[in-house]
């Protein structure tokens, strides 16, 4: 493998490191968002703030050159795994 090469996967590397620690962190949030939302008796999706938070992100990386349309996937699959770990705190809290 030449030294250009190298340098991207490293780069690469990295960039996938940090999303990792950055999607866990959120998830470290949401969590505790399920957990208030249990405690309040408040049903685990928002539409209204997924459609904001989708126009939102669809915003962002059209302005960062990245497609929308992969960007809505996205945040699409995060939001539907938030919400089932919400289901789920709802479920074991009673």
Same mark, same amino acid.
């Given at each position: 493998?030449? /030294?250009?090469?190298?340098?991207? $996967?490293? &780069?690469?590397?990295?960039?996938?490191?940090? @999303? *990792? !620690?950055?999607?866990? #962190? $959120? !998830?470290? *949030?949401?969590q505790? +968002?399920?957990e208030?939302?249990?405690?309040?008796?408040?049903?685990?999706? /928002?539409?209204?703030? =997924?459609? =904001?938070?989708?126009?939102? @992100?669809?915003?962002?990386? &059209?302005?960062?050159?990245? /497609?929308?349309? !992969? &960007?809505?996937? !996205? @945040?699409?699959?995060?939001? /539907?795994? +938030?919400?089932?770990?919400? #289901?789920?705190?709802?479920?074991k &809290?009673?």
């Amino acid at each position: 493998m030449d /030294d250009t090469l190298k340098r991207y $996967r490293e &780069s690469i590397n990295n960039i996938d490191a940090a @999303l *990792v !620690f950055m999607l866990a #962190e $959120r !998830f470290k *949030v949401t969590q505790a +968002v399920g957990e208030y939302k249990a405690r309040n008796q408040l049903p685990p999706a /928002d539409p209204g703030r =997924e459609k =904001e938070q989708i126009a939102r @992100l669809r915003q962002l990386a &059209s302005d960062a050159r990245l /497609d929308p349309e !992969f &960007s809505e996937k !996205f @945040l699409r699959f995060i939001i /539907d795994e +938030v919400i089932r770990h919400h #289901e789920q705190i709802i479920e074991k &809290s009673g």
